[in-house]
C-alpha cells in the first residue's frame, strides 16, 4: 500500500519482458500505462457517465512526467527484487497445458479446434490468477493445468477418454475437481467486484484507501499505535473468515 497500483504492475511487466523472449521497453510500458490509466479512450469502462469524450492530450506523456514515472518504476524494480530475494524463478502450469494437451493428442486435429482448446485452457489458467483462494499457492503447475483442460474441454464437447486421465498427471480427483470449482467461480467474483467498485477502469490506491475508511478502519495510525500493515492483515483475515 506503500506505492501506487500501476506502479507496481508495470514495473513487474518490466522485470518479466527482461528475463523473457519478449522485449519491451520502459517506454512503451509507460505509454501504455498513461493510456490505460486514462479515462478518455475508447477502453474506459465506465460508461456511467456515457461514451468516454476522446483526448488524446489526457494520456499524453511529456518529457517531465516520462522521467518521473521511469525513476518510481527503476526504484520499485528493487524494491520487487529484494522482497523475492533476487530470484525470478517460477513454475508456472502454462507449458504443461500445452505438453498434456500433447499427451491426450488435442493439438493434431486439422481444423482450429486444437488451437482454440489450447488458448481456452491457457485462458483458464490466467483467469486462475484472480481467484481469492490463491490457487498457484496452494496447488502444483501440474494440478492447475489438469484443471484448465478438463474445463476447457468440457466447455468447447472435446471427448477425453473415460478413465481417469488425470492419473496419468499424477493428480487425484479431489484435487482437481476443487480447482475446477474455484476456477469457474471467478467469473461471479469479478462481476461482483466491479460493481462494488462502480466498474471503474483501474482500481487505484485512494480507491482502496477510501473503501478501508468507510468500514471504519481507519487510514491513519491508530492512537494504539497499530500500523497500516498490521490493520490491513487483520482486515484481509477478517474477510477470511466471512468465507
Not at 480447482?179 to 471467478?186: C, G, H, N, R
Request: charged content about 20%; overall charge negative; some cysteine.
Amino acid at each position: 500500500m506503500k506505492h501506487e497500483f500501476s506502479d507496481i504492475s508495470a514495473t513487474t511487466i518490466y522485470m518479466t519482458t527482461k528475463i523473457s523472449g519478449i522485449n519491451c521497453s520502459l517506454t512503451n510500458i509507460i505509454n501504455v500505462y498513461a493510456y490505460l490509466l486514462s479515462h478518455n479512450t475508447p477502453l474506459s469502462m465506465n460508461t456511467s457517465r456515457g461514451p468516454p469524450e476522446l483526448d488524446p492530450t489526457s494520456y499524453y506523456v511529456s518529457f517531465s512526467t516520462y522521467q518521473a514515472n521511469r525513476t518510481r518504476i527503476l526504484h520499485l524494480e528493487g524494491q520487487i527484487l529484494n522482497a523475492l530475494g533476487f530470484n525470478l524463478h517460477v513454475a508456472l502450469p502454462h507449458p504443461l497445458a500445452i505438453i498434456y494437451l500433447q499427451t491426450l493428442d488435442l493439438l493434431t486435429s486439422t481444423d482450429k479446434t486444437g488451437q482454440s482448446v489450447a488458448l481456452r485452457t491457457i485462458a483458464y489458467l490466467n483467469t486462475a490468477l484472480l481467484s481469492p483462494q490463491m490457487l498457484y499457492l496452494t496447488h502444483q503447475p501440474y494440478q492447475l493445468a489438469t484443471a484448465a483442460i478438463y474445463l476447457s474441454t468440457r466447455e468447447m464437447n472435446i471427448a477425453l477418454p473415460e478413465c481417469a486421465w488425470w492419473e496419468v498427471f499424477d493428480c487425484e480427483r479431489e484435487d482437481v475437481g476443487f480447482l475446477i470449482v474455484a476456477m469457474m467461480s471467478v467469473e461471479t467474483l469479478v462481476e461482483r467486484e466491479r460493481g462494488r467498485w462502480d466498474n471503474k477502469d483501474m482500481i487505484l490506491r485512494a480507491d482502496i484507501a477510501a473503501a478501508i475508511k468507510k468500514s471504519n478502519n481507519g487510514w491513519e495510525q491508530s492512537e494504539s499505535g497499530e500500523d497500516e500493515e498490521s490493520r490491513m492483515a487483520k482486515l484481509l483475515d477478517e474477510k477470511v473468515a466471512k468465507i
